[in-house]
């Protein structure tokens, strides 16, 4: 995929570099106030210890799920002034997506752009309506909302899903990007998961802040940024070793 250079978040530019956007400052202020953005030491899945820890399942109230759907919104309409994503309508894929994309869509309107909105379910519905989906039917162009993508795996079932419904799965929105190649603590694959799904499934990848907006924060003069820049030569140091 060509580098977008509204986004900063390509190896090719230093986090040192990185001119933070005020929404990427926003968003990171955010998440550490709500705590679902952390710094010690943590477990990751592939087994590697994260000197930082997002989970956007924390997200945990009316409030907070109502303004995390405004940065999601905000960004979709970037990408898609950028001509980095075009959609008709939105998909959440179950279980975490699903509230996502409700904020998103109800966000989206507001800011003067009202579509669709659909989610599946785990196993089809054999009573009533029926079938996989609900919301609205699956048409035109479909972008999926996830939290992060760790494997691919629920962005590959989504597409699944909605081009079976006839429907084209147009690219992929989440709220992290760890810019982290897959594997494990030992073997690593040559890409991130993010840029697999962009390579083998020929979408973009949108992303409110990525692992640079979090270093670009870290080097910041303001109030919580210095709060937090004890971690930095940590951060930076996970990000030359597993970085994508």
């Not at 190896?11 to 040192?16: G, T």
């Not at 405004?70 to 980095?84: C, H, I, M, P, S």
């Not at 006839?166 to 690219?171: C, D, F, L, N, R």
């Not at 940024?225 to 990000?239: D, L, Q, T």
Request: charged letters at 25%; glycine letters at 10%.
């Amino acid at each position: 995929m060509p580098h977008d250079p509204a986004r900063s978040c390509d190896l090719f530019f230093p986090f040192e570099k990185t001119v933070m956007q005020p929404i990427q400052e926003q968003f990171i202020e955010f998440a550490l106030e709500a705590d679902v953005l952390r710094f010690g030491e943590f477990k990751t899945k592939a087994g590697r210890l994260s000197p930082y820890f997002f989970n956007a399942g924390l997200f945990n109230t009316g409030a907070l799920l109502d303004r995390l759907g405004e940065f999601y919104a905000k960004t979709l309409l970037a990408a898609r002034d950028a001509g980095r994503i075009e959609f008709d309508m939105i998909f959440g894929p179950a279980y975490k997506g699903i509230p996502l994309a409700a904020s998103v869509a109800m966000n989206l309107s507001r800011l003067g752009c009202d579509v669709p909105w659909a989610f599946n379910r785990k196993e089809a519905k054999d009573h009533g309506e029926g079938g996989v989906i609900v919301g609205a039917p699956l048409k035109g162009k479909v972008v999926i909302i996830d939290d992060v993508i760790s494997a691919g795996t629920s962005v590959r079932e989504s597409v699944k899903i909605i081009q079976a419904n006839g429907a084209v799965p147009s690219g992929v929105l989440i709220a992290l990007d760890r810019q982290e190649r897959g594997g494990n603590a030992v073997e690593m694959t040559e890409t991130s998961a993010v840029q697999d799904v962009e390579k083998t499934l020929g979408m973009n990848v949108a992303s409110i802040i990525c692992l640079n907006d979090l270093l670009a924060f870290m080097n910041g003069d303001t109030d919580m940024a210095k709060a937090v820049s004890c971690h930095k030569e940590a951060v930076a140091a996970y990000r030359a070793r597993y970085g994508a």
